[in-house]
Nanobody
């Protein structure tokens, strides 16, 4: 069983910064591929960024150079540092973790945290 607890969303003006956190609650010491997605009203959920269990990072073109994904293994927490925020970044942000194998296998989503960027 894996539970994801997100925090850090809020309202900022364009050009501002926010850092999202996703605490991974689990009884198992698993390695996960971890991602951030977002969904704006009336739009489909879209990929934002991913960090593989080998540390490799990937970003959507729309956030490249502005957002940074990272993880703290000691705290079992995933982060998304968002700088130079734009109104088009406004969305509900979700973290997702994916594990492999019999014990760690599965795909899990957080409940979402709202980010609102005003112009």
């Amino acid at each position: 069983q894996v539970r994801l607890v997100e925090s850090g969303g809020g309202s900022v003006q364009a050009g501002g910064s926010l850092r999202l956190s996703c605490a991974i609650k689990t009884d198992f010491a698993c390695k996960y591929d971890m991602s951030w997605y977002r969904q704006a009203p009336g739009k489909e959920r879209e990929f934002v960024s991913r960090i593989g269990n080998d540390g490799t990072t990937t970003y959507a073109d729309s956030v490249k150079g502005r957002f940074t994904i990272s993880q703290d293994n000691a705290k079992n927490t995933l982060y998304l540092q968002m700088n130079s925020l734009k109104p088009e970044d406004t969305a509900m942000y979700y973290c997702k973790v994916e594990g492999r194998g019999i014990i760690c296998g599965g795909s899990y989503w957080g409940q979402g945290t709202q980010v609102t960027v005003s112009s």
